[in-house]
């Protein structure tokens, strides 16, 4: 399998790099500050595949903080970042399933 990061990247609009939280497994975004934030609004915004591919590499590296990050769309309007894609949105929505489980 090849690694996201010698993937040829395509980016046809404004991306974000995006991952999940190592302790709790919640929805993160990498900032403009270097870190990771909870928060879309936060998230540091790539309009080109070498910055993209810049930010993705420095994203992977922190793999203590984060798992499995990747470049993802967004779409920016007047009320601010929204997810670009399906996907995303569903990420954005959280879990899917009921975490509960009944004994």
Do not use: C, F
Request: hydrophobic share 40%; glycine share 8%.
């Amino acid at each position: 399998m090849t690694s996201p990061l010698q993937q040829k990247i395509k980016i046809t609009g404004p991306s974000i790099v995006t991952a999940n939280r190592t302790g709790d497994g919640a929805v993160i975004y990498r900032t403009p500050a270097h870190r990771w934030s909870d928060r879309l609004s936060d998230a540091a915004i790539v309009r080109t595949a070498d910055d993209a591919r810049a930010l993705l590499a420095e994203s992977v590296a922190d793999d203590i903080g984060a798992v499995g990050a990747y470049i993802a769309p967004v779409e920016i309007g007047e009320d601010g970042i929204r997810p670009g894609n399906l996907r995303e949105k569903i990420r954005q929505q959280g879990v899917t399933i009921d975490l509960l489980v009944s004994a």
